[in-house]
T-cell receptor, first 115, second 119 residues
Framework: DAKTTQPPSMDCAEGRAANLPCNHSTISGNEYVYWYRQIHSQGPQYIIHGLKNNETNEMASLIITEDRKSSTLILPHATLRDTAVYYCIVRPTYINTGTASKLTFGTGTRLQVTL | DAGVIQSPRHEVTEMGQEVTLRCKPISGHDYLFWYRQTMMRGLELLIYFNNNVPIDDSGMPEDRFSAKMPNASFSTLKIQPSEPRDSAVYFC?????????????????FGSGTQLSVL
């Protein structure tokens, strides 16, 4: 799986947009970008995923650059409950490998949302 | 569905004792994963199953660790004998076999974890 690079920590004021960057310069054509987060004392939680188009769901938006070498997770209106460690992961998909591939977590970005 | 259920939530044991962690995946899910999380090493994949069959156990640290999945609704991770360095949070996760219409969505659902302390 391609390696990802994320800043170790970020701060964001409540109500503002939180933009979390991720570098995945060695991503290959059959790999998707996934984002998970882990709130303290809980298991990781899926947020969003994408290939090359921008994606949006009820939790966040994912912006992937045209060359796919980096992406940004956007939490449009961060709240205190969004304080967590955010993981950016790239992995090949089932349709290409014929089996679910393992999810390898890096160190992530610790997002602190403050009043 | 109640989600992925793990038990016990906390386990404290003495070095040398056998420890068994339990996991009930989400009904209908075909894949089950065991992860371990420590401050030093972060989240590590230990082993995963597909349709109750172990697919990749390369992350299992040593022979003291074993995992089984006797049926689609139950899995165990056993440590025998346990050592202080096994102290960690152990997570179980499950996912569905990707299928139409979205063959790309293989999101994992995690349980709340078991906090293991080996004294």
């Amino acid at each position: 799986d391609a390696k990802t690079t994320q800043p170790p920590s970020m701060d964001c004021a409540e109500g503002r947009a939180a933009n979390l960057p991720c570098n995945h310069s060695t991503i290959s054509g059959n790999e998707y970008v996934y984002w998970y987060r882990q709130i303290h004392s809980q298991g990781p939680q899926y947020i969003i995923h994408g290939l090359k188009n921008n994606e949006t769901n009820e939790m966040a938006s994912l912006i992937i650059t045209e060359d796919r070498k980096s992406s940004t997770l956007i939490l449009p209106h961060a709240t205190l409950r969004d304080t967590a460690v955010y993981y950016c992961i790239v992995r090949p998909t089932y349709i290409n490998t014929g089996t679910a591939s393992k999810l390898t977590f890096g160190t992530g970005t610790r997002l602190q949302v403050t009043l | 569905d109640a989600g992925v259920i793990q038990s016990p939530r906390h386990e404290v044991t003495e070095m040398g004792q056998e420890v068994t962690l339990r996991c009930k995946p989400i009904s209908g899910h075909d894949y089950l994963f065991w992860y371990r999380q420590t401050m030093m090493r972060g989240l590590e994949l230990l082993i995963y199953f597909n349709n109750n069959v172990p697919i990749d156990d390369s992350g299992m640290p040593e022979d003291r660790f074993s995992a089984k999945m006797p049926n689609a609704s139950f899995s165990t991770l056993k440590i025998q004998p346990s050592e202080p360095r096994d102290s960690a949070v152990y997570f179980c996760a499950s996912s569905a076999q990707p299928g139409l219409p979205d063959t790309t969505n293989e999101k994992l659902f995690f349980g709340s974890g078991t906090q293991l302390s080996v004294l």
